[in-house]
């Protein structure tokens, strides 16, 4: 392990789970991870493994046979994962979203009849904002859920979602869809909506009556993972199937989610960033032009110190915005600095990598080329860079709101 990225104030137990999952990914994940992602396959073997360490329960209870950690914990799991490959991280954070809102808003009867399989990984999950025309306005979902005119107290939802991570290989989707019941006309939209649990077969195609997903959609990069559509078309959903077993909270259970996968997304432009500087500066000491290493040329050391500073400070970012969501309190203005910071020196530092590779660098025998692909969608995964600028900017007038 290098210098870089250190965490300060490590319990024994995290330092070992840490170790146990940087183990992992030296020798399970990155001797396959870039053949595994050229030929866009699942990594099947990569994820028991994965369940086998118990990493689908790491956030999850003690009293649902999980391992009870911290977000700290989970955040720098995620940050050795994506070291790995990006792709893997993304099938935990989605599991793990689902998993935080379950543990934070579900019904007791959701608690216990959810969360002890998804602590072993029996059950996947995935959440489900977005739709073709929504981008990051999600108080614009059209998507609906209304009660079933039979009286039996069901909703059929009807609607298209879009950009739906795990879409293919979870058990079970928490989908945001608009439900009027209740709220008279003029109601601000966030106030409309709901999360509901929706259990499904594993699978493309028509996955259960009413639900389709019609496969995955092909990517730039962050392969491997299937991302995908989901179609609802008069789906039947019990009411006890209703996160938290109200209406009109969907919109607030999701944004706390949401924040949880921000902290995510960081980790993840951290772990791809300090691959990429691993891979810059192994590569800078051992290619030689005009009679000496390149690292030994000014010019190569100046971007090995840039590289090597971002990576740094998007490490420390995102490790403060995770303490602050573990200590309880809100954490928005961090998540979303971090979030932001983390993606863009993400992109800087891995463009770096590839620039000290030269023409080899565009080569997809070199594992930068791989990296050159997936840092893009860190930029706007769990909301956009100019979204996570708009946040920041509100919450900064709110904290610094002038009295003249």
Known sequence: MGRLAQTEGLTEIQQEILTTVRNFVDKEILPVATELEHKDEYPTEIVEGLKELGIFGLMIPEEYGGLGESLLTYALCVEEIARG????????????????????????????????????????????????????????ITSKGVRAADGSGDFLLNGQKMWLTNGGSSTLVAVLCRTDEGHPEGTAP????????????????????????????????????????????????????????????????????VEVGRVNVAARGCGVAQRAFELGIAYAQQRHTFGKPISGHQAIQFKLAEMATKVEAAHALMVGAA???????????????????????????????FRIHGGYGFSKEYEIERLYREAPMLLIGEGTAEIQKMIVGRRLLEEYRSQG
């Open 85 to 140: 490959w990006m792709s893997v991280s993304g099938i935990i954070n989605t599991h793990f979203i689902v998993a935080y809102m379950l543990k934070q808003h579900g019904t007791q009867e959701q608690k216990d009849h959810f969360l002890p399989k998804m602590a072993t990984g029996e059950i996947r999950g995935a959440f489900s904002m977005s739709e073709p025309g929504l981008g990051s306005d999600v108080s614009a």
């Open 190 to 257: 966030h106030k409309s909506m709901t999360t509901f649990l929706m259990e499904k077969e594993p699978g493309f195609g028509q996955v259960r009556p009413g639900l389709t997903i019609p496969g995955k959609i092909d990517k730039m990069g962050y392969k491997g993972v299937d991302t995908t559509e989901l179609i609802m078309d008069d789906l039947r959903i019990p009411a006890d199937r209703v996160l938290g077993g109200a209406t009109g909270r969907g919109f607030y259970q999701m944004m706390d989610g």
């Open 323 to 353: 303490r602050k969501k573990d200590s309880g309190q809100r954490n928005d203005l961090e998540a979303g600095m971090a979030k932001y910071l983390a993606s863009e020196y993400c992109k800087e530092v891995v463009e770096d990598a």
